[in-house]
């Protein structure tokens, strides 16, 4: 029960002024980090988890369609992971900042060619988890009007630098009110909206075909060797 730090902090003139809304989103104690969101300007202030001193802030700021959802109800999750945070939301637009101080890495656009979704030119985007150096990422809407919007992105992005590993566009459709999907023994188990079912997708099984060009093959010969890896899970 005893107090570990007290420490004051003079907060930016705006905030005393009223009318901001402050969020405290997400927090790291192996990174000793703790991470701040003023929601009306769209930036992230960061402190010390160890000694409660001021880290950096505010990052810059993101892009307008941020403003919407909150990250307590998980509309909007926020992930550390590897000295870094990861934020999006509404506007679509994936930042990655340096969690020492504040500076962006890589920002990814998940661009909505078509215009499908109503209330962005990019996919509302929704962070899953983390894993194996992996940022896994789907689409996700409060409440949707119908007919939703066909051809919504699950992603698999690196983690570092933001590059894309794989994209599949309209398989799942995540959900605010289901739950993020899970990964376990290399298998994600998530909610799909489009059908309102439980899907799980990972590596499966296969076979293989072997086949020699020719039956009788000299000694000491070069031989062509043809094959084919087809997948037979249950899914396909």
């Given at each position: 029960?005893?107090?570990l730090f007290s420490e004051t902090w003079a907060a930016p003139a705006a905030w005393a002024a009223g009318g901001m809304q402050i969020e405290f989103n997400a927090i790291s104690l192996e990174e000793g980090v703790a991470v701040i969101w003023t929601k009306d300007t769209l930036e992230y202030y960061a402190f010390s988890t160890d000694t409660g001193k001021y880290m950096w802030g505010p990052a810059e700021p993101e892009y307008y369609m941020?403003?919407?959802g909150w990250t307590e109800?998980?509309?909007r999750?926020?992930?550390i992971w590897d000295g870094k945070l990861y934020s999006s939301g509404c506007g679509g637009i994936i930042y990655c900042y340096d969690l020492t101080d504040g500076d962006v890495l890589w920002t990814y656009v998940s661009e909505d060619p078509y215009q499908e979704y109503l209330f962005a030119n990019n996919w509302w985007q929704f962070f899953l988890f983390i894993t194996d150096g992996k940022l896994y990422t789907s689409h996700m809407e409060h409440s949707?009007?119908?007919?939703?919007?066909?051809?919504?992105?699950?992603?698999?992005?690196?983690a570092t630098d933001g590059d894309i590993i794989w994209e599949a566009d309209g398989l799942f459709r995540s959900t605010r009110w289901g739950g993020r999907a899970i990964i376990g023994d290399s298998i994600i188990v998530g909610m799909d909206?489009?059908?309102?079912?439980?899907?799980a997708i990972g590596k499966g099984p296969s076979a293989t075909?072997?086949?020699?060009?020719?039956?009788v093959i000299a000694h000491g010969s070069n031989v062509l060797i043809k094959?084919?890896?087809t997948d037979v899970s249950p899914g396909t």
């Open positions: 029960g005893d107090i941020n403003y919407y109800l998980l509309e999750p926020i992930l949707a009007i119908e007919p939703m919007p066909r051809g919504a992105p699950f992603l698999c992005l690196n909206t489009y059908d309102n079912r439980l899907y075909t072997v086949l020699i060009q020719n039956d094959g084919m890896v």
